[in-house]
């Protein structure tokens, strides 16, 4: 019986070990869900609002963003004083 060579992508990478500060850290952070329940929004204007630059995100990779705490709590500050309007429309 004839072995498979092994490709890149069959190759398992070890485990990295992270301090216990930085595992905090990544705990605390929020999904793109948390973030639109505590909007009240739903998800796709999250992620609106993260690729305008007015709410901060954490890309941990390609595909997986989260979200600071503080920032969404800074993010919903900032907005009581100035509405966030829609590309295209201005302010009557």
Known sequence: MKRKAKS????VEPP????PEVVAAIITLLTRKQVADRLQTCTHTVARYSNLGLLACVRINRRVIRYRPEDVD??????????????????A
């Open 8 to 11: 890149q992508q069959d190759r």
């Open 16 to 19: 990295v070990k992270l301090s």
């Open 74 to 91: 800074a993010f919903i500050k900032n907005s009581i004083h100035q509405p966030i309007l829609a590309e295209g429309y201005e302010k």
